[in-house]
């Protein structure tokens, strides 16, 4: 796949044509429902021409902060324009949703826009997260989950969604892992009921259950990480031992098993299976070709 570097990685600077190129085709699109700055090729369109990206990573815009943005921006009006690709006359967000959003609230009918119709889905998906994350931090989970996106539907391997957004790997690989929590602890980080602390801790748990209520007395103890990592400490030692009781029961029963079979077969039998439900294995011990065909035989007659 080709790939268009500018602006990846470097900030919201590298998304805006040179002045030359935006005058070259945005004069192109110059029509009854657009306005264009010869001199910054900053278009001046239709509100209602403009439609958010349906990848767009951000899932929560919060209302108090899209309110107080539009306050703003009916006094001052937007000030940095949205970036967009056109595509058949619409023009399709790929920065700048909120004030958009925003826009609309506070009843603006146009609204300022660069054009920029060198990304593919891949490199508008990349430019969002940087948006978002320079501008207003997506909550974690929205930001996991659109690393995961860029991994699975786009074959980037963690290194390179780390380069590709100007993180570490290790952020890229911790955020990612807060998608093995339970989507109810999820729910909490989302809500900051919880901390990213909190919840990295949480993650010791794999039952989600245990994660859930750890989590909710976190938040109604307000516990500290270090007190979970001392409950997690102290159910993980309970939980092997209650384990390591269950597995000496059970090899008990085993035991009976393999001597109830050794009577009936006439000769020594051993059951092995680790974990009761588990896959096992049963050895019938023979010491001669005489001693093994009377064992085939009496297993044959069985049938």
């Known amino acids: 796949m080709a790939s268009v570097k500018r602006g990846l990685g470097k900030g919201l600077d590298g998304l805006i044509p040179d002045k030359n190129v935006s005058e070259k085709k945005s004069k192109k699109s110059t ?7 010869e001199d910054t090729g900053v278009l001046k369109v239709k509100i209602s021409m403009v439609q958010p990206n349906k990848n767009q990573p951000r899932k929560n815009f919060g209302e108090d902060s899209l309110h107080d943005l539009s306050d703003s921006i009916k006094e ?3 000030i940095s324009p949205l970036i967009v690709k056109e595509k ?3 023009y399709e967000i790929i920065a700048g949703e909120r004030r ?17 119709n060198d990304y593919n889905d891949q490199q508008t998906l990349e ?16 930001e996991a989950l659109a690393y995961r996106r860029l991994t699975d539907e786009f074959n980037l391997k963690q290194d390179e969604v780390a380069e590709r957004v100007s993180k570490s790997r290790t952020e890229i690989t911790n955020k990612m892992r807060l998608l093995k929590l339970d989507e109810r602890v999820q729910k909490m980080l989302i809500d900051e009921m919880i901390s990213m602390g909190h919840a990295r801790a949480l993650l010791a748990f794999d039952d989600g259950d245990d994660q859930y209520e750890t989590a909710l007395r ?12 001392k409950i997690v400490k102290s159910a993980t030692k309970e939980k092997k031992e209650k384990k390591k009781e269950i597995d000496e029961q059970y090899n008990i029963v085993c035991q009976e098993a393999s001597q109830k ?4 077969m006439g000769t020594k039998v051993n059951i092995n299976q680790k974990e009761k439900g588990k896959k096992g294995k049963i050895e019938i011990d023979f010491y001669s070709q005489e001693e093994l065909d009377r064992l085939m035989n009496l297993i044959l007659s069985m049938g």
């Open 31 to 37: 029509d009854e429902n657009t306005n264009i700055n």
């Open 76 to 78: 001052f009006g937007i």
């Open 88 to 90: 058949n006359g619409i």
């Open 100 to 116: 958009w959003r925003a826009a609309k609230e506070a009843g603006l009918k146009e609204i300022p826009v660069i054009v920029n």
């Open 127 to 142: 430019v969002s997260i940087i948006e978002n994350i320079q501008r207003e931090r997506l909550n974690p989970i929205e």
């Open 218 to 229: 976190v938040f109604d103890e307000k516990l500290s990480v270090r007190d979970i990592e």
């Open 261 to 264: 079979m050794s009577n009936v």
